[in-house]
């Protein structure tokens, strides 16, 4: 807009000096070696105008003409770095497709055409050569881009790469560093800086490249707050047993910056217990309970004062789990309290809220444990245990995929700072469990059954198994009516739980049993003496049959103690030799 107004400007003033000659009309005389040249004022003022664009015209086109040699050479090499461009361009859009012949091919002919000088040209070369899997090669162009301050950046990053890959991680702290001490503001070395010097212990070091990080404003204050705590805790528990003063001040500051990291409140009153500060220690520790309860919190907290009883330690652990309610940490700690306490009901209430919200595999476990204590019921033991097995698994530290029993500081796999997390570890069994239903029964007492008494068909007779009172027994020895030949059919009569030992007891040697009916007579003293005498004539004949069936019914009967539990199938029949079967034997099933 300026230069229109200039423009328009300059043909007025034009136009206007016209006009001002064109009023004041004169004559300009020029004599020269007796030339005398007559002409008017306009027309001399024209023909100077034009001699001066002449002139102009001329110049320019002898200096082009001097000239024209270099400018010549400017427009091939412009020509050529334009081509080479376009090749870089090409290259790298090859690359970006994965496609390296093509890639490597515009790379050569980028770095040809821009004669070696392009920082861009080599970059191209070096990832084709890594992504072709030549590692010496894209290792020569990262070191070759080391030579131009430009790239330098650039050739310490791949070569940082290419140590990682090989697995030198003396070199690759090495390159890190050198990009680091470069450009302050790299993330990639600022982060590499740190991750190594933290796997090396060198704590003190690594604390100081955090708050370098953070000033050239590569991580936030509260990333600085929670990764310097790490770092500090890591420091206390290297120094905990030879410098515990020093460690306990370390810890305490720790715990300071970051109040929800477990490890450092654990340490920190740990420390406190030992210097014998127990309020301040219990105050550590409620503090990061309630920001993030954790096992390791509850049995630090239950054992803070040494030499308290189990009961101590059971209202100790009531009085932190009302500190987070309806947590199922603060249920386990009270749970384990109560147990060791002997407080089996409290327990059993305590587990139950746990299975019904979160059930893990932890507290299935602590239902077997409360079984066998205080029961002692192996078939509840076993059916806890078989839960457990299939329960979700319980939190663990995880990092980076790598599951650990214990916190560390840094991660094994990729040496990052504050990678441990306290979580379920992940896996396709876990996706795949689902909740099992607990019958509520499994939560009550168990209730145990009065021993049954059965009584088994013999081989040629069945048997009848009466209850009879010592009162009943007593009158039926006066009122027996008489006998029936006829035989019914067996009966099964419940006996009660105090006089079923004394039934199962055997007085003396096995006696025959004869099915009667309910009004079965006893024979009296006197027909038993004549019964005597008719029969001892037979008794010696039949001494040897008597003495099989002792034996037969000897070896049915049942020996304490049971070489099997009562509702154990026993060996297969299979495997051993048919055997005759026998006479009556009592059974128990409870």
């Not at 080599?122 to 010496?136: C, F």
């Not at 070569?159 to 503001?185: D, Q």
């Not at 076993?382 to 457990?388: G, I, T, Y």
């Not at 979580?423 to 145990?448: H, M, N, R, Y």
């Amino acid at each position: 807009m300026v230069r229109v107004l200039i423009f328009f400007a300059f043909i007025f003033a034009l136009a206007l000096g016209g006009a001002w000659m064109a009023d004041r009309p004169g004559v300009v005389t020029l004599e020269w070696q007796g030339y005398v040249i007559q002409a008017s004022l306009l027309t001399t003022v024209v023909a100077f105008g034009l001699s001066i664009v002449a002139s102009i015209a001329i110049w320019g086109f002898g200096r082009l003409l001097w000239k024209s040699p270099t400018l010549a050479s400017r427009f091939m090499q412009r020509r050529r770095k334009d081509k080479g461009y376009d090749a870089l361009s090409q290259g790298l859009l090859a690359l970006g497709a994965g496609d390296t012949l093509h890639a490597r091919k515009f790379g050569l002919k980028a770095e040809k055409l821009l004669d070696g000088g392009e920082p861009a040209a080599l970059l191209l070369l070096a990832q084709t050569a890594q992504l072709d899997g030549d590692h010496s090669d894209s290792r020569l162009r990262f070191e070759q881009m080391l030579e131009d301050s430009r790239s330098m950046a650039v050739g310490l990053h791949g070569l940082y790469i290419e140590a990682e890959r090989e697995n030198e991680p003396a070199a690759a702290r090495h390159f890190a560093e050198e990009a680091f001490n470069l450009v302050p503001g790299l993330r990639w070395a600022g982060n590499a800086v740190l991750g190594y010097q933290a796997v090396s212990g060198d704590w003190e070091e690594a604390i100081a490249t955090l708050e370098r990080n953070y000033a050239a404003r590569m991580l936030d204050k509260k990333t600085l707050r929670r990764q310097k705590a790490v770092l500090l805790t890591a420091r206390a528990l290297e120094l905990e047993d030879e410098n515990p003063d020093r460690a306990r001040t370390l810890a305490v500051e720790a715990h300071g910056l970051a109040p929800s990291l477990v490890p450092a409140a654990i340490v920190a009153a740990r420390l406190r217990i030992r210097a014998g500060d127990i309020r301040k220690a219990t105050k550590i520790i409620e503090a990061t309970w309630k920001l993030n309860p954790h096992p390791d919190l509850a049995e630090a907290y239950a054992h803070v004062r040494p030499g308290d009883s189990v009961t101590d330690r059971l209202s100790r652990a009531r009085t932190l789990a009302s500190m987070r309610a309806y947590s199922s940490e603060g249920a386990i700690a009270i749970a384990v309290a109560a147990i060791e306490a002997k407080k089996f009901d409290e327990a059993r209430e305590q587990l139950k809220r746990v299975l019904r919200s979160e059930p893990t595999q932890r507290a299935f476990l602590l239902m077997a444990d409360l079984e066998e204590r205080e029961h002692g019921d192996q078939g509840r033991i076993r059916e806890w245990l078989a839960r457990a097995v299939r329960a979700p698994q319980d939190k663990v530290w995880v990092a980076d995929g790598v599951v650990s029993a214990n916190w560390a500081p840094v991660s094994p796999r990729t040496g990052r700072v504050d990678a441990y997390e306290w979580a379920a570890p992940e896996s396709v069994s876990d996706l795949e469990q689902s909740i099992e239903v607990i019958d509520e029964k499994l939560f009550e007492p168990p209730e145990l059954a009065a021993p049954v008494v059965v009584l088994n068909e013999a081989v040629d007779a069945d048997i009848v198994m009466a209850k009879a009172s010592e009162s009943e027994k007593s009158e039926s020895s006066k009122d027996q009516t008489a006998a029936d030949d006829k035989q019914e059919e067996p009966q099964k009569v419940p006996v009660e739980p105090h006089k079923a030992e004394e039934a199962v007891k055997p007085s003396g040697p096995p006696a025959t049993v004869v099915p009667v009916e309910a009004s079965s007579w006893a024979p009296t003293k006197a027909e038993q003496k004549g019964e005597a005498g008719t029969t001892s004539t037979s008794q010696p004949a039949a001494g040897a049959s008597d003495e099989k069936d002792a034996d037969a019914k000897d070896e049915s009967m049942v020996e304490f103690p049971l070489s099997h539990l009562p509702d154990d199938p026993g060996p297969d029949p299979d495997d051993d030799d048919p055997k005759a079967p026998t006479a009556t034997s009592f059974k128990f099933f409870r």
